[in-house]
């Protein structure tokens, strides 16, 4: 037999060069420390408010629950009827009480109403006996002593949110449960910030439009409609510019008339540095350049900056790095600008590498994995196979992020990496 051979898995582009390129946590860090929240903010309807951040506090007008309920189906009677340990008292049941129709009249000494989960407490009953601990004979039940106290199985008038209160804070990012417990509130309306407008566009002589034959050297423009899906999903205003060829002029005339109508302007293409790349000295004659290289890949080249009043970002053009970069810089940005005052967590997991991945100390790397549950119930990943910065397959194939640090070296089969599944990010 021969000699066993083990496979490094290298993707293209293994540049490893990353001079005076930006830690990822630094330029992340720079990112959230120049953009504030968007002003202003709209009235909406309850319905429309997911996925939107709120523009001030939501303040409760009432008592929840508005008055004491039975926590249970059984029987509502005064505690002082409950018989002592060992003892046995007979009781007469004398009415009935529903969520919907209460019973109105008093619940005398020695007497029990009939209650159903919800139904308001009738007046003179604080006792609440669940119908699977008494013995049922006709319109009589029967307590035994002991395993009753006064009060069980009551929720109390505004035992979990007291009128006044404040429920959700300003900057709240709106999820399902979030409008259910304003709407049980009795609140139809709310306000919340206004949406970023995001203006996005691709740049490159070679990006044609889907329906266009291509010519030598062309290539469909997939970056566009990548990241148009990706912000759908955010509550931002998309405002799509098309594409833009590699000319100076037509490139900065587009740019300026983008930040002119948008809080955030976003291109791909145009940020290396070619002889076509003139995203960065554009950059510098109408805007300002915080920094425009990030020890990371894929996705290196990335030009932040401001143009006017707008945040300016200039993602790779190569369609893996536009959306790695996407996620790691952008959505953090946007969530800022969108004034939430919480991120949402986004976890990453453990799990061991099934296979050498080469790496060098000196940059994050990001590599496009499948993520599987092993028949122990360990976490086990391993790459979508070519690792190419403009392998967009590898995106689609995979299922999460296998994070490398910046100053972690080749991964042999068997290391635990961190892995960032595309459920929590995407």
């Known amino acids: 037999m021969g000699l066993a051979m083990t496979t490094t898995i290298r993707p293209s582009c293994s540049d490893n060069e990353e001079r005076d390129a930006l830690h ?35 303040v409760s007008p009432i008592d929840v629950p508005s008055h004491s309920n039975a926590a249970v189906d059984g029987y509502a009677l005064s505690g002082e009827d409950l018989p002592g340990t060992g003892g046995v008292a007979t009781i007469q049941v004398v009415g009935v009480a529903l969520a919907g129709t209460p019973f109105t009249g008093r619940v005398l000494p020695g007497q029990a109403v009939r209650i159903m989960t919800g139904a308001p407490m009738p007046a003179g009953a604080d006792t609440v006996l669940m119908q699977e601990h008494v013995d049922v004979d006709g319109d009589r039940i029967s307590v035994t002593g002991g395993r009753h106290h006064i009060g069980d199985n009551v929720r109390l008038a505004g035992e979990d949110i007291r009128q006044g209160e404040t429920i959700l804070e300003q900057g709240r990012y709106l999820t399902p449960p979030d409008i259910g417990l304003i709407a049980s509130l009795g609140i139809g309306e709310i306000k919340v910030k206004r949406r970023p407008r995001v203006a996005l566009l691709s740049t490159g002589s070679e990006l044609h439009s889907i329906g266009r034959t291509l010519g030598v050297g062309g290539v469909y423009d997939s970056n566009r ?105 952008v959505l953090p940005l946007l969530e800022k600008k969108m004034g939430i005052q919480e991120r949402p967590v986004i976890p990453t997991l453990k799990a061991k590498c099934v296979e050498r991945l080469g790496k060098k100390p000196g940059r994050t790397e990001y590599q496009r994995g499948i993520l599987e549950r092993t028949e122990t119930g360990d976490w086990q990943v391993r790459t979508t196979g070519k690792q190419g910065s ?31 599944p595309f459920a929590c990010l995407m």
């Open 225 to 329: 409609y990548t990241l148009h899906s990706a912000l759908k999903r955010l509550s931002v205003k998309v405002m799509d510019q098309g594409i833009v060829p590699d000319d100076p002029e037509l490139l900065t005339e587009a740019l300026v008339r983008a930040a002119a109508a948008a809080d955030v302007v976003i291109s791909t293409g145009g940020v290396s540095v070619g002889e076509a790349d003139f995203v960065k000295e554009i950059l510098s004659s109408i805007g300002t350049i915080g920094f425009w290289k990030v020890a990371m890949k894929p996705g290196r080249p990335l030009a932040f900056g401001k143009i006017g009043n707008s945040t300016f970002v200039g993602l790779p053009g190569n369609p893996v790095s536009a959306i790695v970069s996407f996620y790691q810089f």
């Open 24 to 58: 990822v946590n630094d330029a992340l860090t720079h990112i959230l420390n120049a953009v504030a929240p968007v002003k202003g903010y709209e009235q909406i309807a309850l319905l429309e408010a997911v996925s939107r951040v709120l523009h001030e506090p939501v």
């Open 390 to 420: 403009g392998i967009l397959r590898s995106m689609s194939l995979a299922n999460a992020l296998i994070v490398l640090e910046h100053d972690r070296a080749t991964v042999e089969p068997g290391d635990m990496v961190d892995v960032l």
